[in-house]
């Protein structure tokens, strides 16, 4: 519950593997696979330029996770695992719109690399003061990342990897908060040890980066116990967003 990495050790029975690694590659064969790297939401999907041999490729189900394209009995039991496993997740982490079929349906695929093929460093989910308009268009958003690996007998020297870049507790200040500061949402590191937070209820209207005013180094201006590291107050723009750009200097 507080953002970090699980790993499950054989999860799904070794027969289901076998069902859905053949699945996988009976839909790969057959061209239900399309590239699908990190979407810049900026530009349309014909000017993102993803390609099969630098970007993953993804089966979103083209006609629906659960279409009767491939093996959708394999599919269909690991669907209902995946509705146990919400189940879990809901109570266990307090998380109650994790059960239900809601607005957005939960989403599954299948992810294929091809050798050199990558995904990169990136959020799974940007909080909705960062999406505009569109951030509240919905009551639910993304909360967990569930991660099926089906390679037959994978070995390290084969490549591919999964790194996940958390911030121990030895690394930040001494007694810093993270995550959220008053409502306001964690946006980034400063020196990669103080949490930078987005104000976006600014009296101007507009939004201000800031930090704790009791992390080490003065620069920026004091508000209430905050240190202000933006130049001033500025509208939040469409992703991507890079924060930097707004820091005083």
Known sequence: AQGGVAVEHNWL????????????????NAGQFQPDGLTNTARSRSEQGFTSKADRQTFRGGADWSSDVGDSAARKEFADRMRQLRSELAAGLDRPTLEPEGTLRHEMTYNWYE??????????????????????????????????????????DEGGALRCFLISDRELSRNAQVGAHQGNLQVGWLDGKDPVFLDCFRPSGGAALYRLAAAKGKKGT???????LSSSDFDVPRQPIVFTKFMAS
């Open 222 to 228: 004091k508000e209430d116990g905050i240190q202000i």
């Open 115 to 156: 050798p050199g093929a990558k995904l990169g460093r990136h959020l799974d989910e940007h909080h909705e003061e960062t999406k505009g308009t569109k951030g509240w268009r919905y009551p639910t958003r993304r909360s967990v990342t569930w991660l099926v690996y089906l390679n037959d007998g994978w070995t390290a």
């Open 13 to 28: 029975p070794p027969d289901l593997v076998k069902s859905l690694r053949a699945d996988a590659k009976e839909l790969f």
